[in-house]
């Protein structure tokens, strides 16, 4: 029950409970006034005792304001604990104390024969030293041929396994033969 409410209390810290003081900052004012409030109850002057307070709960307040998102006194905690973690363990860092980062302990070989293979780039000439057909001009010695497109090539293609097709079926051969036989030209 009691881890309940500690918890409650870590999440509402930053809840406002004054107009300028948050549940934290007023942690921080009851705990720097507190002690003062205590040690000064002796004093005859009370000029000198509220001086005493003012200053402490000014410094309980600032102690917990936030500097760049992290109040004072949890930087100074951090620092303390940096110090002694380098004066227990060192100054060099081993990939197991980064949490998030995995230790590798071995690299697997893969399989000659396994589902992973080697890619190997394609063969002939690179991108850019291929030349595109150059259009004919006019009045030069080009413009008497006739062009053709790719898609013209590749219909003409079509046309003629087709036809052989029609053939082999006509002479009584085997569709399959004759088709890979068309393929293997294109």
């Keep these: 029950m009691a881890y309940e ?9 930053r ?15 009851l705990l720097a006034t507190l002690p003062v409030y205590l040690a ?12 005493l307070l003012i200053m402490a709960a000014v410094l309980g307040v600032t102690i917990t304001l936030e500097v760049a998102g992290l109040p004072i006194y949890e930087r100074l905690l951090w620092r303390v604990r940096g110090f002694m973690r380098v004066k227990t363990a060192g100054a060099v860092l081993t990939p197991d104390q980064f949490s998030p980062v995995p230790v590798a302990t071995h690299v697997q070989i ?8 080697v890619v190997l780039p394609p063969q002939g000439p690179p ?5 595109l057909q150059t259009p004919p ?20 293609r079509e046309a003629a396994r087709s036809a052989t097709a029609s053939k082999a ?12 036989a068309a393929y293997a030209h294109l």
């Design 5 to 13: 409410q500690l918890e409650e209390i870590r999440s509402r810290k």
């Design 137 to 156: 001009t006019i009045g030069g010695p080009r413009s008497a041929m006739p062009s053709s497109s790719p898609f013209d090539e590749v219909l003409e």
């Design 15 to 29: 809840e406002k409970v004054a107009l300028f003081l948050t549940a934290e900052n007023m942690g921080g004012l």
């Design 127 to 131: 991108f850019g030293a291929r030349r």
């Design 169 to 180: 079926e006509a002479s009584g051969q085997q569709h399959g033969v004759v088709e890979e």
């Design 110 to 117: 893969l399989p000659v024969d396994g589902p992973i293979r």
């Design 40 to 51: 000064t109850a002796q004093f005859q002057s009370l000029f000198l005792r509220v001086s």
